[in-house]
């Protein structure tokens, strides 16, 4: 018996070693390292492909060295989270030669940093910006002041030497944690499926990136080379424009749609919450830096133009039956429509997405449209623009420019 155990808790303790091994690992390369993101960016550029580097939802050092590549044939950039990222060049002037910079979880004060960075070292290549202000996910009340940005190259080996200095112990708390160890089980579980079970876990554990295939991106057919551990072979990623692929996420039906708009105006639901923390009032720090930006941008010759992203249909007017949030999503609305004509700015108000003709099924959850709602909002704003029928303040359509 007692050689029994020794035997039992030695093979124990080799397993927890392998999986501790691989798990750190795959914190080596699921949380991102600059010779990944280095060989993404590089692959991009020389193909043109749809890939990300990791982490998926801490993409900026990736974007930074994209927009770098393509500043020199760029004129226009999206500044945002990811409820911008479905914003492509299709929806958007063809004078607007567009990258889109949007990182997931962008928040407001940090676009206000980016956008101020890019008026003063772009500004004589980029002549527009679209910019979001999200007050659905709260980033536009969040306290705080604006930072400084560093869009060059050279920021990114600092972000990733800061991320170096996580002390052993953290790593190996990461290393035992259930996302981790749910990871390698995803590993494992696709080197199973893979006809070349050994070559699939090398190319996972200590490979840059997967090999190359060929995959659909909507109506066309693109090359596509994974970076990541996870989502691989789905055609997931960043396209050569910086917007998202959403392949692989589910669509809206309209029963949900309703469903998630009822819940969202609920008390307890992160959206009334994150709507009346502030009382409806955004942080006058991100608009004063915004609107400074703005100004000297227009200087410049250039033009910044916001949008209020879209909404899945209903979940704003489902706010709006609510006296206590229709009051707080008023005020801001109010303030921000002040502050526009203030600076002499368009915000394009789309989170009614259904006064654009939007519907559920272009929508992944309650604040990601795809590009078929986007291509409904801004070439209508667009077409009202140049018509002269837009002027500074918050602007959404009339039924009959809609129709």
């Known amino acids: 018996m007692r050689r029994y155990l020794f035997v039992l808790t030695g093979v124990l303790g080799l397993t ?19 010779a990944v993101t280095r060989a993404a960016s590089e692959w991009q550029q020389a193909t043109r492909g749809v890939t990300y580097a990791p982490p998926v ?12 590549d393509r500043l020199p044939d760029i004129n226009a950039l999206v500044l945002g ?22 990182v997931t979880g962008n928040p407001t004060g940090a676009i206000a940093a980016e956008a101020r960075y890019v008026e003063q070292h772009f500004a004589s290549g980029v002549r527009w910006m679209l910019a979001g202000l999200d007050w659905s996910v709260g980033n536009l009340y969040q306290p705080g002041a604006v930072g400084e940005a560093d869009l060059s190259p050279a920021s990114v080996p600092k972000a990733y030497a800061a991320e170096k200095a996580v002390p052993l112990v953290k790593r190996l708390e990461d290393a035992l944690s259930w996302p981790r160890v749910s990871t390698l089980a995803g ?18 554990l200590f490979e840059a990136g997967g090999a190359e295939y060929r995959c659909a991106d909507g109506a066309a057919v693109t090359v ?6 996870i989502n ?19 669509r809206l039906s309209a029963a949900q749609a309703a469903t998630l708009a009822a819940a969202a105006a609920a008390p307890s639901s992160k959206y009334t919450k994150l709507l009346c923390a502030a009382e409806g009032h955004p942080n006058a720090a991100y608009l004063q830096h915004l609107g400074e930006s703005a100004g000297r941008f227009a200087a410049k010759g250039g033009q910044m133009i916001f949008v209020l992203p879209a909404l899945a249909p209903g979940l704003e007017r489902a706010l709006m039956g609510n006296a206590r949030w229709r009051e707080c999503l008023a005020r801001t609305k109010a303030t921000l429509d002040a502050w526009a004509k203030q600076h002499r700015v368009m915000i394009i108000d789309a989170g009614a997405a259904e ?20 291509q409904r909002v801004l070439p209508l704003f667009f077409r009202e623009l140049e018509a002269g029928r837009v002027t500074p303040g918050l602007w959404k359509p009339d039924q009959a420019a809609a129709t």
């Open 232 to 250: 691989r072979g789905l055609c997931r990623g960043y396209r050569y424009d910086g917007s998202w692929t959403f392949a692989n996420d589910s």
């Open 16 to 34: 927890l070693a392998l999986i501790l091994a691989a798990n750190l690992k795959l914190g080596d390369r699921g949380l991102g390292n600059l």
């Open 224 to 229: 596509a080379r994974d970076f990541d551990v």
């Open 187 to 204: 590993v494992f579980s696709g080197a199973l499926k893979n006809d070349n079970k050994i070559r699939y876990l090398q190319q996972s």
């Open 57 to 68: 939802g801490g993409s900026g050092p990736f974007k930074v060295l994209r927009l770098a």
């Open 355 to 374: 006064l654009y003709g939007c519907v559920s099924t272009e929508f992944s959850d309650e604040h990601h449209a795809y590009p078929e709602c986007y």
């Open 81 to 102: 989270s990811s409820t911008l990222m479905g914003v492509t060049p299709a929806v958007l002037p063809a004078s607007w030669r567009v990258y889109n910079l949007t």
